[in-house]
């Protein structure tokens, strides 16, 4: 019985070699390894690599911040001997470390991962799974860090009566004011999270640091954008990235 995945080599070799492998081989079914390359290219066209890699780095960020081996295997349906294998390579193109800051953020997107800096720091640094669940939800289109005009943007959260999120004035001012010493003191910040669609730009993630950074005078600073679908992003980069000389 023939298997049906099977090709014919008349199919895919050159009648010079087809001559030899029927010398050898006449009427039987051989396998073929792929080369190293090979395996490579079908991953790349595949998107499995792609996947893979990502899923990887997001074990070893939620390893780095004290997931068990345990957790993660049943959080990925994975053998405790495969995540182990996943959190200690010690390949360097593999181990990009995380921090919650916009160079970090930079690196990332670099290598393609922008995606998995902004759920590590939602998850980790902001404690709001809420919103990291949320943006799961559906393919979301990341840009970024762009240095952004701050005057884009308007806050989503603070005192005010008219805000998305209230915050106690008290609670607000403290945390503006910490933020406020932080730039005094140049220390590297995360960057805005913000979301542009149809209605324009929110400012999803960062309102206290935005708004320290407007007292602070500070005209520009670091954004990631994040679009709902490929039409929102197309529409951010006709808008605003030609304009400022970015391509992504």
């Known amino acids: 019985m023939q298997d049906k995945n099977y090709v014919n080599a008349e199919q895919v070799l050159p009648p010079q070699?087809?001559?030899q492998v029927q010398r050898y081989a006449a009427g039987k079914?051989?396998?073929?390894?792929?080369?190293?390359?090979?395996?490579r290219l079908w991953g790349e066209r595949t998107g499995q690599r792609s996947y893979y890699r990502k899923r990887n780095q997001m074990i070893r960020n939620k390893h780095a911040y004290g997931a068990g081996i345990p957790q993660l295997a049943r959080e990925y349906c994975l053998s405790q001997e495969t995540v182990k294998k996943i959190v200690y390579n010690k390949k360097a193109e593999d181990n990009?470390?995380?921090?919650?800051h916009a160079i970090s953020a930079e690196q990332y997107g670099q290598a393609g991962l922008l995606e998995e800096w902004v759920h590590t720091y939602l998850l980790f640094e902001r404690r709001n799974k809420e919103f990291s669940d949320g943006l799961y939800l559906y393919p979301r289109q990341y840009i970024g860090p762009l240095a952004m005009p701050l005057s884009l943007f308007t806050r989503s959260s603070g005192p005010e009566e008219h805000m998305k999120w209230r915050v106690h004035p008290v609670v607000w001012e403290r945390n503006v004011a910490a933020r406020q010493q932080c730039i005094r003191r140049q220390e590297p910040l995360p960057p805005l999270i913000v979301n542009y669609g149809e209605n324009g730009f929110e400012l999803n993630c960062g309102s206290p640091l935005y708004e320290a950074l407007i007292r602070e005078g500070i005209p520009y600073f670091p954004v990631i954008v994040w679009c709902s679908g490929e039409?929102?992003?197309e529409a951010f980069a006709e808008q605003y990235l030609k304009s400022m000389a970015i391509s992504v």
Do not use: G, K, M, N
């Open 17 to 19: 070699l087809l001559e």
């Open 29 to 39: 079914l051989l396998y073929v390894p792929q080369t190293q390359e090979t395996a």
């Open 96 to 100: 990009i470390p995380f921090y919650p």
């Open 231 to 233: 039409a929102d992003r």
